[in-house]
């Protein structure tokens, strides 16, 4: 069936739209209508779509079922962003920006970011989120024209989603995962958003004359060309879209059309991604209101804060709507802590000479053009997100126009630079970066539904095989490669970084990596790093470059098994050379392989991103460095490696003389003799060689109670801390058979081993897993005052149990530790178990495990009363140090009274300055700091970026 419309979908972070248009015929595009839910019992209709998500309380929830914006469980729209300052816990929001994320697990439910008003069960995941938002839409389109038949429907028509230009590979397949999602046609297809604002300015204007003629410096022609356009007949258009959540720049190259024909254009560079937008203003500007609400130092309530952050979006726009005197008041009025919306408030209020400052000054200030962003050592970090460090909209974009060609017009887009003030201030700017050169600035009477109309046009151009933007690869694909050479001073030397795909690279092109003598191990897991850059245009795929941290951003590494069957060649010893085969697709989306030139073993495999890899960032911004992967090499002899695998199975499976038992120590000492090495310098990838060979023996844990404790015991040695290396989520899979087959002699000194066990690897276990066990021992923590130590330390390492799960423990491990600690007896197990559940910098799980703050008073004011400075009472100290650390981020940070009060106690305890001040001022989380909070040392060479 042939689809009678295109259909535009404007998937915005704060504001969405949907627009279309026949596709035959020349019809202009229109906006659809949204129904939505004003406030409760109230139903408008509105251009636009608010992106915010709202789970109603169960009180209100039946109001909002049943009439034509009651759609599922959550609410979409007005009433949702209206909600978010009233019930801040309810709604999920900035759903587009998480999908950039790759310090998140975006397949993870955790929004509303931060919420303890929802349970755990009903969160969502962003995908899950922009997936609502997009069926929404569905949903709307179908009540309004499905009722004319079948070809009406939504399933039936062109669907174009836009991104912006700055989305990666996988920002990408993660819209079009929410769009499949959202129950859309699978022909969905993706745009860039600044492309899509141009197509709608072309779209009101006539492209064979109006665009040229609209050009700075060209005289219109009194003939058509009959020449072929030179170099000196181009001109460039910018694009600047600034929405909320995103600042997305892009440059299109414009020559006049042959014979009076249409001009080409095409889209020659696209700015790397930059969170920030709107959203960054609000946040200013609540910014600026806190310091007169709470006063110089002091802070706002988490409830607080967000009921501010609304007020402060509804100000901004307020303010910015129209011009108005200096000295206009803007008030704002916020409960008081504690109190409920009728009680007691606090009020403050701004000029519009400070909203202007805070504007122009903090966001668009004049800065020359050889200006760059500012690398701030702590950028702001709101609902988890990883803002841009600097603020500044317009040192982004010089540094975008940086070695490019003379901007001759710009267009401005995005609900941000709806004011003519700031549109003004921008392309003047741009004219004093050239010297002076004019900038035409095109007109946009709707910035915030041009991305959607522009769409629309796309996808009837697609249909009809109209003539588009040219529009090519807009970055580099490089992955990372080992090398010996040194760098100057004999340091390491940056990465050497290899183009697989180029930037500038057509849809379907194939580029074959073929030179490089690259390898493959078999049927073993490998990984490489990589990343992307949108300045390496004379970059060729094969060439070889330096990483630096400017211009190469870092993706989630790429993965595959290179599986092959049964046979000689199934050796997992085994090495084939491949060459490397890179596409991007019809989509857009990045293909690439692994592709055997043996004519033995032949096969091609998949190298896919492992977007688990990335699930967790530090909560805090490090030095930039190049995360070079750690080294793939054994740091013992090959053929003492195999020979160490071998003794280890026959030590299970082999005969042995009456009363020679089986221990862990006896296992030790045999492959610390046979590998030449102590088990403490075995690195990451010995470690996990010798792992095959346990695997193999598991069944030899029946044989006796020596054979099960020695099995345990190194299995937790071998797999620690559960992930960091390639394949380690297909280890813990084998390991988890023992949970499921059961301890063969389930006594007690078994029983201890599988604790340690678990809380050695509990960084690569699921949180479904981690609850299991949980499940299988609460009973003991509720009903018994003898719990062993490794259970009570076991369970204090599982970072992915829910917040309820958490909370009952802290509650009873706190009660504990105070009456062993009355009873002048060891509690220092609890209160390193403390210590994790209350971190505010987990080791493995993301932000959205860690517990809220007033879990933290409530366990400071119960362990107040004592000694900090006994000996016998250490743990306290770093308990307390973990759980009041400085995150920068404010839904994880202590209020600074409290951080203030632990502080001082830490320092009567004898705590030295340096520590204490992490309790004070935020200070990122070293590499060196991570280890400490496993417990115990780590295999060499493995680094703990996430699980």
């Known amino acids: 069936m042939n689809a009678r419309f295109s259909i535009g979908i404007d998937l915005g972070t704060t504001n969405s739209a949907l627009a279309y248009l026949p596709i035959e015929g020349d019809a202009p595009s229109d906006v659809l209508p949204i129904p939505q839910w004003e406030s409760f019992g109230n139903l408008c209709e509105a251009s636009s779509l608010p992106s915010f998500l709202y789970l109603p309380e169960d009180a209100v929830a039946d109001q909002l079922q049943g009439r034509e914006a009651g759609r599922g469980d959550w609410v979409v729209g007005r009433l949702a962003r209206r909600r978010a300052g009233e019930s801040t816990g309810r709604v999920a929001h900035s759903a587009k920006s ?107 204007h006539d492209a064979t004359q109006d665009l040229w003629r609209r050009l700075p410096a060209t005289e219109p022609a009194t003939e058509p060309a009959t020449e072929p356009a030179t170099e000196s007949d181009a001109h460039h258009v910018l694009v600047v879209d600034i929405g909320g959540g995103t600042s997305d720049f892009s440059l299109f190259e414009i020559r006049r059309g042959a014979a009076g024909g249409l001009p080409a254009i095409r889209r020659v560079a696209v700015s790397d991604h930059i969170l920030l937008g709107g959203d960054n203003i609000d946040l200013a500007i609540a910014h600026r209101l806190e310091r007169k609400l709470a006063g110089l130092g002091e802070t706002l309530s988490g409830a607080q804060w967000e009921f501010l952050i609304a007020r402060a979006r509804d100000l901004k726009e307020r303010a910015l709507a129209e011009e108005g005197a200096a000295d206009e008041v803007f008030p704002v009025a916020l409960p008081s802590r504690g109190a409920g919306l009728m009680a007691g408030s606090l009020s403050a209020q701004l000029t519009r000479q400070e909203l202007e400052e805070i504007l122009f000054d903090g966001f668009f200030p004049d800065c020359p053009a050889g200006d760059r962003p500012r690398k701030a050592h702590a950028a702001l970090k709101e609902w988890g997100l990883p803002f841009a460090a600097d603020s500044a909209v317009t040192r982004h974009l010089a540094d975008f126009l940086r070695d490019r060609p003379r901007v001759d ?64 690869a807009p970055r580099a694909v490089f992955i990372a490669a080992h090398r010996q050479r040194e760098g100057e001073g004999g340091r390491p030397a940056a990465p050497a970084l290899v183009c697989v795909l180029p930037e500038g690279a057509q849809p379907d092109e194939t580029f074959a990596i073929t030179e490089l003598d690259l390898k493959l191990r078999v049927n073993r897991p490998v990984r490489w790093q990589a990343y992307t850059s949108t300045r390496q245009r004379k970059v060729r795929a094969g060439d070889v470059v330096d990483w630096n941290p400017r211009d190469f951003m870092p993706l989630p590494p790429l993965e595959t098994v290179a599986k092959v069957a049964d046979g000689a060649a199934a050796d997992t010893e085994r090495v084939i050379p491949i060459e490397l085969t890179a596409r991007t697709n019809e989509l857009g989306l990045l293909q690439l392989s692994c592709d055997s030139t043996d004519p033995a073993i032949p ?33 013992v002899a090959p053929d003492a490696l195999d020979t160490a695998a071998d003794r280890l199975q026959a030590l299970f499976t082999g005969p042995r003389r009456k009363g020679d038992k089986l221990t862990a120590a006896r296992a030790f000492k045999m492959l610390e003799s046979t590998l030449g090495r102590p088990k403490g310098d075995w690195n990451w990838v010995v470690v996990r060689r010798l792992w095959p060979a346990l695997e193999a023996v598991m069944p030899a844990r029946a044989i006796s109670v020596e054979h099960e404790e020695t099995w345990l015991i190194l299995a937790g040695f071998l797999l620690r801390p559960g992930f960091g290396a390639p394949g380690d989520e297909a280890r813990i899979d084998t390991l988890w058979r023992v949970r499921e087959q059961g301890l063969r002699f389930p006594g007690k000194r078994i029983r201890l081993q599988e604790h340690i066990l678990w809380r050695r690897v509990a960084g690569g276990l699921d949180k479904a897993r981690q609850e299991r066990l949980l499940s299988a021992e609460i009973e003991a923590v509720r009903t018994r005052t003898d719990a062993p130590p490794e259970l009570v330390q076991m369970l204090g390492a599982l970072e992915r149990i829910s917040h309820d799960a958490k909370a009952e423990l802290i509650s009873r491990f706190t009660d504990r530790a105070l009456d062993l600690i009355s009873q002048g007896r060891h509690a220092t197990p609890y209160l390193a178990a403390l210590g994790l559940l209350l971190n505010r910098t987990p080791l493995y799980a993301g932000p959205d495990a860690v517990v809220s703050p007033e879990l933290v008073e409530r366990t400071f004011k119960a362990f107040q009363p ?15 140090l973990r759980a009041a650390r400085v995150t920068g981020n404010r839904s994880l940070d202590l209020p600074s009274g409290l951080r203030g009060r632990i502080a001082t106690r830490l320092e009567k305890a004898g705590m030295g300055p340096q520590r204490v001040a992490k309790v004070r001022d935020f200070i990122p989380v070293e590499q060196s700091e991570r280890p400490a909070l496993f417990g115990e040392a780590l295999p060499p060479g493995l680094v703990l970026g996430s699980a």
């Open 866 to 880: 004592l000694d900090w400075s006994d000996p016998a009472l250490a743990e306290i100290q770093t308990l307390f």
């Open 98 to 204: 998480w999908l950039c994320h790759h310090g998140a697990d975006r397949t993870a439910p955790f929004l509303p970011w931060g919420s303890d008003a929802i349970p755990a069960e009903r969160k969502i995941s962003p995908i899950r989120a922009a997936g609502l938002i997009l069926n929404y839409f569905k949903s709307v389109w179908d009540d309004r024209f499905a009722a004319a038949g079948t070809e009406f429907r939504f399933d039936a028509q062109d669907v174009t989603v836009t991104v912006p230009a700055s989305f990666d590979a996988i920002a990408q397949k993660l819209t079009l995962s929410a769009a499949e999602e959202a129950g859309f046609p699978d022909h969905v297809r993706l745009l860039e958003e600044p492309q899509a604002a141009f197509y709608a300015w072309l779209e009101r």
């Open 409 to 472: 017009a710009v267009l401005f887009n995005g609900g941000t630079l709806y004011p003519a003030s700031l549109r003004t201030r921008l392309a003047d700017q741009i004219g004093r970066w050239q010297d002076g050169a004019p900038v035409l600035v095109l007109d946009n009477p709707e910035p915030d539904l041009a991305v959607a109309r522009g769409a629309a046009r796309f996808g009837r151009l697609v249909h009809r095989r109209g003539r588009r933007i040219e529009a090519d």
């Open 603 to 635: 096969g091609s495999w998949p190298l896919d991103f492992n977007l688990r890899a990335s699930e967790r960032e530090d909560l805090g911004p490090t030095a930039a460095v190049a995360p070079a992967p750690p080294p793939a090499e054994p740091n």
